[in-house]
């Protein structure tokens, strides 16, 4: 990912950390966007940019644990990363704990912050093969029956075959049938690789 590409969102109440953590961005080949609260960013959050996201943990109105909760109600899947004041570590940690990418205290230095963005941009990286994953999966099970989906999904949910065979009204040899044209037409040999193309398609 080239750096033209890494964008990072700024969003702290403290209008000299926004300034010095953007330039330290700045001169480093980022992107910066600031946000002055969590209601500000979460006003743009359907044309954000893919990128990193620095939240502060202490400000009025919304803190930073609220603001990631409310994106992920949203369904923003961008890495955040918490900036802490001294003391807040407890915070930081239940920040971690509700999917935060990392922590860094304030005042850090500009190695400290650029480490923990460089892991933040490895997960957008990833998240950009998930979702390749998850589309390729997609495909695949459209070339299956309404049937043949029924038993992958009874066996995606760990059910033996009489029990898909019993609920979908059907013999288990029937089941039986299905499950190897439904792995033939994922061009798969096992069930561990059929069960994969099923959670992927699910985004799990």
Same mark, same amino acid.
């Given at each position: 990912m080239g750096s033209e590409r890494r964008v990072v969102h700024i969003v702290d109440d403290d209008a000299s950390v926004r300034r010095s953590v953007a330039f330290m961005l700045k001169t480093s080949g980022h992107q910066v966007h600031t946000y002055e609260s969590g209601a500000d960013l979460l006003k743009n959050n359907a044309h954000l940019e893919q990128g990193c996201i620095l939240l502060? $943990?202490?400000m009025p109105g919304m803190d930073g644990l609220e #603001?990631?909760?409310?994106?992920?109600?949203?369904?923003?899947?961008l890495p955040v990363i918490i900036m802490t004041g001294h003391g807040d570590v407890g915070l930081a940690v239940k920040a971690m704990k509700a999917g935060a990418v990392d922590f860094i205290e304030k005042p850090f230095e500009r190695e400290t912050l650029l480490t923990s963005?460089?892991?933040?941009f490895r997960r957008v990286s990833q998240k950009e093969v998930t979702g390749e994953r998850r589309k390729d999966a997609e495909v695949k099970l459209q070339g299956l029956t309404a049937r043949e989906r029924d038993v992958l999904d009874g066996l995606a949910h760990g059910l033996p075959n009489k029990t898909i065979a019993y609920d979908l009204g059907i013999s288990p040899?029937? #089941?039986? $049938?299905?499950?190897?044209n439904l792995m033939t037409k994922l061009g798969v040999r096992s069930l561990s690789e059929a069960l994969r193309i099923a959670f992927a398609a699910r985004g799990e």
């Open positions: 502060d $943990i202490r #603001v990631q909760q409310a994106l992920q109600e949203k369904g923003v899947g963005l460089g892991e933040g040899r029937t #089941v039986e $049938i299905h499950r190897a």
